[in-house]
């Protein structure tokens, strides 16, 4: 990535979601919310928030969607098992941020995951379709490392309402 980027590594498991999810929310925020980049203090650095805000339209189509493919990463490349690293870099790239995360679990054929039966409702195998739904693209190369590449931009009538507030 050419942009500067922000890095983190976490263990790749449920238990630590968490950590990447905020990390992506507060990125997502320097993208949506640029006035923002005081990172939600105040003048005498107190934390205006004690959660990450996600009511903008862009910050939370992206974290859904990365929440989406970390669960497939922790649950079926390192089947629930304690162990494996995802290591993620964030870059604001203009409009938009990519996210690439790399993980060392079992690779698999993308192009293999069958479209979901939206009319039934399904209680899993939705994490991608999610995913592919939200960003503007969704790039996956198996490996080892495998590579997940996430886009999104930001749209110019989103860009303006939030520079306006």
């Given amino acids: 990535m050419g942009a500067p980027s922000i890095r983190l590594t976490v263990p790749g498991t449920l238990r630590h979601r968490a950590i990447a999810v905020r990390v992506v929310a507060e990125a997502c925020?320097?993208?949506?919310?640029?006035?923002?980049?005081?990172?939600?203090?105040?003048?005498?650095?107190?934390?205006?928030a004690p959660g990450y805000d996600l009511s903008h339209p862009f910050d939370a189509a992206f974290v859904s969607a990365?929440?989406?493919?970390?669960?497939?990463?922790?649950?079926?490349?390192?089947?629930r098992r304690d162990g494996g690293?995802?290591?993620m870099a964030?870059?604001?790239?203009?409009?938009?941020?990519?996210?690439e995360i790399r993980d060392q679990g079992q690779p698999f054929d993308i192009d293999a995951v069958p479209m979901p039966e939206l009319d039934s409702l399904p209680e899993g195998g939705?994490?991608?379709?999610i995913a592919r739904a939200l960003l503007d693209e969704v790039i996956y190369?198996?490996?080892?490392?495998?590579?997940?590449?996430?886009?999104k931009r930001l749209e110019p009538e989103a860009r303006q309402a939030s520079t306006a507030s």
């Fill in 29 to 48: 925020r320097l993208v949506s919310r640029p006035q923002d980049a005081d990172g939600g203090r105040s003048e005498n650095g107190a934390h205006l």
């Fill in 66 to 79: 990365f929440a989406e493919i970390f669960n497939n990463i922790a649950i079926h490349a390192y089947q």
């Fill in 85 to 87: 690293t995802i290591e």
């Fill in 90 to 99: 964030i870059s604001i790239a203009g409009d938009g941020l990519i996210v």
């Fill in 126 to 129: 939705m994490g991608i379709h």
């Fill in 141 to 151: 190369e198996p490996g080892p490392p495998n590579l997940w590449r996430l886009v």
